[in-house]
């Protein structure tokens, strides 16, 4: 037996007793001579070699040569790899001797090893991204396909060699034909070419892949296999429809968005001016929508939309379009309609529908109404945007009318809409831009006839538009939330002004008007107490009005905030008294110290007994309480005698002073200050 020289040799007893053994196995194993005769083979084979010592015993047996790989352990506990030939030498038919040439593969098996293991890593990155990689040769018909793209189509894991027509068997009947002229193009070309199309699985299922492939070319120009991979792409695709839902639907209602309202109401309009027909536009706004929110929770309030969201929807038509655009606003798109008229019946009937019980989610049947706006194309707007916008101004003319009601846009409306969007944009920055001012109006002791606190009052003067009254510009700061960062400069300016007047010998006390925003939003109580920190005055010095209709809010916020600044040092006035929401119970409840009567009650106090009857009610009620009362919007001297007869003890309005800047009320308070001295002199 000829035996190459770089092979290790070995000669064993039948037992596997290692008898002789060359140089090169002596260097493969890092034994010395001596130590490996008398040893097992087994032992060098290790317990994991016990299958391979099997094997080969049985064939030494039968008389027959073993072929294969054996793993091995050098001296230094190393593996090592060999292709062994194991040879039987038989005497007397009784096995004698076996010799064994081996060749060490370590290398190779190395390399062998680190490509299986960068091919599961392969198979690995392939499965995750849903990406298989495959090899067609035309000339078999058959596909060499890894595990990926035999799990993407639902063939069997066998080899991965997978025939065509198995392939072509999973794609969809309605994309077979136009994948197979793909495939055609590319074998004709070669050139690469991206396809997406359905295949369906043995069960039915669908899924959707993209394959790209190119092809490879011979040495004479022509195609010999084309190569490539597929992606399983549905779940992409799904995300794709969701993603494009969400930008067309609202998330809570299902309802589609503003967006879509522009879209389908462009559309409308070009179809109106080829048949001459009629566009309605709906802006629906859902009354008293903060307070189910505020008591009731969002849990409740998102209720309330779904289920307005779904009545809207059986009412109107299909072909409508029916949009949520805001938080509790929606829109109605109205198509094809005979007329304006057609327009308002749609939107009675939507009222009363939506005004029918809603069963909230752990609640009680909740009824909420909602005022509609209406607007109309051609008559109120030529574009999208028009036509919203004035049925959104519609809308607010039924708010500002008591809510509940439907109303059309009416034409001389569109100057007043302007300003007031123009005003919102000027408002935007107004605060940054120092375009807001505090004027102070005088409150006069009817007993003394001294100035003995005046009232804060924002005013705001853009540089664009002049002078805004307040009575137009603070709605639009409580309907954007600005009034809550504005508020907040307004208590800081006023405290500061009254440290200034302090430390010049002029004190007064000072009142600020508060939002119920601030409240809610939790705001009051943290201003109030960086106010006084930063000015360093005596909280008694500061006194805040909260209008009477407050009190028709949520109790608990705006009982626990008056709680912890009376607990300051504040005192509490309810401003606006008799025209709004108050009880005996709230005055109760609420820390309150002054009553400011409204001047409605006031301006004609001296000529009507009515009203004079009412303000003396109010006294004797504030009296009861231990309550001051302070009588608003006087403006001659016989109103203010009537009230001091009454026992009002403040009064305050024109006939004293009209609102001035800190520095005029400096003075004032110097010159009311140098009077009641000489008349003390006197």
């Known amino acids: 037996m000829a035996v190459d020289q770089a092979a290790m040799l070995s000669v064993q007893e039948p037992d596997g007793t290692i008898v002789v053994v060359n140089d090169r196995f002596c260097r493969a194993t890092g034994f010395a001579r001596e130590e490996l005769v008398g040893l097992s083979y087994r032992d060098m084979l290790g317990q994991e070699g016990e299958p391979a010592c099997?094997?080969?015993?049985?064939?030494?047996?039968?008389?027959?040569?073993?072929?294969?790989?054996?793993?091995?352990?050098?001296?230094?506990g190393g593996p090592f790899w060999t292709e062994a030939v194991v040879h039987p030498f038989l005497a007397g038919g009784r096995l004698r001797r076996v010799v064994t040439v081996q060749r060490d593969i370590s290398r190779v098996m190395q390399t062998e090893n680190a490509l299986n293991a960068a091919l599961d890593q392969l198979d690995e990155v392939q499965t995750l991204a849903h990406v298989g990689s495959w090899e067609w040769d035309p000339a078999t018909d058959v596909l060499n396909c890894?595990?990926?793209?035999?799990?993407?189509?639902?063939?069997?894991?066998?080899?991965?060699?997978?025939?065509?027509?198995?392939?072509?068997?999973?794609?969809?009947?309605?994309?077979r034909a136009f994948v197979l002229r793909a495939v055609a193009a590319i074998k004709a070309d070669g050139v690469a070419r991206n396809v997406e199309f359905r295949i369906v699985l043995d069960d039915g299922t669908v899924r959707n892949v993209a394959v790209g492939a190119k092809g490879a070319r011979r040495g004479d120009g022509s195609v010999a296999v084309l190569s490539g991979t597929t992606q399983d792409i549905t779940q992409r695709l799904a995300a794709d429809r969701d993603l494009k839902r969400q930008a067309l639907r609202?998330?809570?209602?299902?309802?589609?968005?503003?967006?879509?309202?522009?879209?389908?109401?462009?559309?409308?309009?070009?179809?109106?001016?080829?048949?001459?027909?009629?566009?309605?536009?709906?802006?629906?706004?859902?009354?008293?929508?903060?307070?189910?929110?505020?008591?009731?929770?969002?849990?409740?309030?998102?209720g309330l939309l779904r289920q307005m969201a779904t009545r809207l929807q059986q009412v109107v038509r299909a072909t409508d379009v029916v949009a949520r655009v805001g938080g509790d606003e929606f829109v109605v798109v109205l198509d094809g309609l005979k007329g304006p008229e057609a327009a308002v019946t749609v939107?009675?009937?939507?009222?009363?529908?939506?005004?029918?019980?809603?069963?909230?989610?752990?609640?009680?049947?909740?009824?909420?109404?909602?005022?509609?706006g209406v607007a109309v194309y051609p008559g109120h707007g030529r574009t999208a945007d028009q036509l919203v916008r004035c049925a959104d101004l519609a809308m607010y003319r039924v708010k500002d009318a008591g809510r509940n009601g439907v109303r059309v846009f009416e034409p001389e409306w569109g100057t007043r809409s302007n300003r007031r969007l123009a005003l919102l944009e000027a408002l935007d920055g107004a605060l940054a831009s120092g375009e807001f001012t505090v004027h102070y109006q005088p409150q006069v002791c009817l007993t003394t006839d001294r100035i003995v606190s005046v009232e804060a009052l924002l005013r705001w003067n853009p540089p664009c538009h002049g002078a805004v009254s307040p009575a137009e510009f603070v709605p639009l700061l409580e309907e954007t939330g600005a009034i809550v960062p504005v508020g907040r400069w307004v208590l800081g300016k006023a405290c500061r002004d009254v440290a200034g007047w302090v430390a010049r010998g002029a004190p007064v006390r000072v009142a600020v008007n508060v939002s119920y925003a601030q409240i809610l939003h939790g705001d009051l109580v943290p201003a109030l107490e960086m106010a006084l920190a930063d000015s360093g005055i005596d909280p008694a010095l500061i006194e805040l009005e909260l209008t009477e209709s407050m009190f028709g809010q949520e109790i608990?916020?705006?009982?626990?905030a008056l709680d912890a600044c009376r607990a300051m040092g504040v005192s509490i006035a309810v401003d606006d008294f008799g025209i709004g929401y108050s009880s005996l119970g709230h005055l109760k409840r609420f820390p309150v110290n002054v009553l400011k009567v409204d001047k409605v009650f006031t301006e004609e106090i001296h000529r009507k007994d009515r009203d004079a009857a009412l303000v003396g009610a109010m006294v004797t009620l504030a009296r009861s309480l231990g309550l001051r009362v302070v009588a608003e919007g006087i403006e001659v001297a016989e109103a203010v005698e009537v009230c001091r007869v009454l026992g009002c003890d403040l009064a305050q309005g024109y006939f004293f002073s009209r609102p001035l800047p800190a520095a005029d009320v400096e003075a004032l308070l110097r010159q009311d200050a140098a009077a009641a001295g000489a008349g003390s002199a006197a």
């Open 146 to 175: 890894s595990r990926e793209t035999l799990r993407i189509y639902g063939l069997p894991e066998t080899d991965g060699m997978v025939p065509f027509g198995d392939v072509v068997g999973r794609m969809h009947p309605d994309d």
């Open 54 to 76: 099997a094997e080969i015993a049985a064939a030494l047996r039968a008389g027959h040569i073993w072929r294969g790989t054996l793993r091995q352990r050098r001296k230094d």
């Open 556 to 560: 608990a916020p705006v009982a626990q």
């Open 250 to 302: 609202d998330p809570l209602t299902g309802l589609f968005n503003r967006r879509v309202v522009d879209l389908r109401l462009e559309e409308a309009i070009g179809r109106a001016d080829q048949t001459g027909g009629t566009v309605g536009v709906l802006f629906l706004d859902v009354d008293g929508f903060k307070d189910v929110n505020d008591r009731h929770g969002h849990g409740a309030a998102d």
């Open 347 to 372: 939107a009675e009937t939507l009222r009363r529908r939506l005004q029918e019980p809603c069963d909230l989610p752990g609640q009680r049947s909740q009824t909420a109404s909602v005022s509609i």
